[in-house]
T-cell receptor, first 107, second 123 residues
């Protein structure tokens, strides 16, 4: 299985901060990566697919980049609604696998 | 807008079979380019993809669960289902159904999810 490793596991940040989460794949996944946001008691919500394509309705402060084995999710200016846990998903090779998650906390 | 809703027993005894159904509304389960997934999340832990079923009844399962999993689709009811056999406490999790988007018949990401249902395996 392809292992997806996110860093950091926890990120403490303040409103207005620019924050970046990294996701590393154990092998090349081209650009077949998605990012999800999950809030407590809710299902994950799709933010970005194909590494950098913003899902319809997602605020433009979210952006994704990368290819191959290293990817990043950036929030340009952290808003109150952004405190959540973020997961990456690789859909290059079965079985599809998720990162372990990055919890965004209010500093 | 498409909506998905899981339904199931909540509590399952060890060694029994877990059966879940996902009802899709706001769109037909037979409309491409979509395929239908089950994903689970162990308490306070990460996400695990279980597998998918396409409306043609083709399937793909996670090898870690393949020997115990069956997925099916009921196009007349716009539903798809998961059966997980011989459950243990390790199968206690929130189970989500999710729609997958495909391009040129190649499955891609999950775009819509159900709210999830907690399944506890306990005697």
């Amino acid at each position: 299985d392809i292992q997806m490793t996110q860093s950091p596991s926890t990120l403490s940040a303040s409103l207005g901060d620019r924050v970046t989460i990294t996701c590393r794949a154990s092998q090349n996944i081209n650009r077949w990566l998605a990012w999800y946001q999950q809030k407590p008691g809710k299902a994950p919500k799709l933010l970005i697919y194909k590494a950098s394509t913003l899902q319809s309705g997602v605020p433009s402060r979210f952006s994704g980049s990368g290819s191959g084995k290293e990817f990043t999710l950036t929030i340009s200016s952290l808003q109150p609604d952004d405190f959540a846990t973020y997961y990456c998903l690789q859909y290059d090779t079965y079985p599809w696998t998720f990162g372990q998650g990055t919890k965004m906390e209010n500093k | 807008q498409v909506q998905l809703q899981e339904s199931g027993p909540g509590l399952v005894k060890p060694s029994q079979t877990l059966s879940l159904t996902c009802t899709v509304s706001g769109g037909s389960i037979t409309s491409g380019p979509y395929y239908w997934n089950w994903i689970r999340q162990h308490p306070e832990k990460g996400l695990e993809w279980i597998g998918y079923v396409y409306y043609t009844r083709s399937t793909e399962y996670n090898p870690s669960l393949k020997s115990r999993v069956t997925m099916s689709v009921d196009t007349s009811r716009n539903q798809f289902s998961l059966q997980l056999r011989s459950v243990t406490a390790a199968d206690t999790a929130i189970y989500y159904c999710a729609r997958g988007y495909s391009s040129n018949l190649v499955p891609w990401y999950f775009d819509y999810w159900g709210q999830g249902t907690l399944i506890i395996v306990s005697s």
